[in-house]
């Protein structure tokens, strides 16, 4: 048996030699003992637990983000299967899809598109909001889609995962037909992301380099969107904060109208969304 005391000395030896913080001990405690990390219901653990704890430990050390060390996480309402197939969805894309959501509750059975889905966090919480839609996530990485997979039969969801590249799957679609358009596409220039590389390096890079400054998928997606979207529907763009006014204007070239850049929770420029009239 381990006791609370050295389950302290362990958690403040790890605190002291990493980027572990108190709350994620606790969350990784909880992940592993199924207990809270606490004197009442942690005063004496099986010592089973210490070397699954201690090797979890040492991957968060080693700089593993959280969520693949715990291997699922939040997203809104539902909770993901997260590893290393696909980007870890962050809380901006979650304010994301909330507006994606809006966008589409007055359409009876919205058509929807998550181009560049990663681990399918949009499309799966559409999909849960909207019982009659119909929802496609395309993702190019096949390692990704069966991570999609996963997350559908657990939600026991009715998305329709494609392994495609966007701009193949786009130009198959049919004229005038999508209610709406999501999308957080990879947004960061090769150079922006190599001196990020430390803090990135545990997700796929696929899922981060973009082409053209960044803005590869804005550019090519959008005046396809336009074309194989349906009157009175949207497209909605997760963005780089510094991209605001370059992605704008690309949709309004491509055609779409009432654009607007709209901001996160930390008020940086991180969304344009236009209508196609
Ligand atoms: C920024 S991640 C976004 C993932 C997810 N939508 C989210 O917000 O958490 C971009 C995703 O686009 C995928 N991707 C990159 N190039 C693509 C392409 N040409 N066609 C389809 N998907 C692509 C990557 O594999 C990655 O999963």
């Keep these: 048996m381990i006791t609370y005391q050295d389950l302290v000395n362990l958690e403040s030896e790890y605190i002291q030699s990493s980027l572990l913080t108190h709350h994620e001990f606790k969350l990784l405690f909880f992940h592993i003992v199924g207990k809270d990390f606490n004197p009442v219901d942690a005063e004496r653990i099986d010592d089973q637990f210490v070397p ?18 715990i291997g699922s996480w939040p997203f809104l309402d539902l909770n993901l299967f997260v590893d290393n197939r696909a980007l870890i969805p962050r809380p901006e894309t979650e304010l994301l899809a909330l507006k994606a959501e809006k966008l589409i509750n007055k359409i009876e059975k919205p058509i929807v598109c998550d181009l560049c889905s990663g ?47 966007v701009i193949d799957y786009l130009a198959s679609l049919p004229d005038n037909s999508i209610d709406l358009f999501v999308s957080n596409p990879p947004y960061v220039c090769e ?7 430390s803090e990135l390096k545990y997700e796929p890079s696929l899922a981060f380099i973009a082409n053209e400054n960044g803005l590869f998928f ?6 396809i969107c336009y074309k194989k979207q349906n009157y009175d529907g949207y497209l909605l763009y ?14 309004v070239e491509s055609g779409y109208s009432y654009v607007e850049i709209l901001k996160d929770y930390n008020q940086l420029d991180r969304y344009v969304i236009g209508k196609k009239i």
């Design 119 to 165: 681990n399918g966090a949009i499309a799966l919480y559409l999909d849960s909001k909207f019982s009659s839609s119909q929802i496609d996530a395309i993702e190019i990485s096949a390692a990704a889609c069966d991570l999609i997979q996963k997350n559908k039969k657990y939600l026991n969801s009715k998305i329709n995962v494609i392994n495609n590249d």
């Design 52 to 69: 699954i704890l201690i090797s979890a430990l040492e991957r968060r050390k080693n700089g593993e983000p959280i969520q693949y060390v």
């Design 238 to 251: 997760e963005i780089g904060e510094d991209q605001g006014s370059e992605v704008k204007n690309i949709l």
């Design 218 to 223: 804005y550019y090519h997606m959008t005046p």
């Design 191 to 197: 150079a922006d992301y190599y001196s990020n590389y």
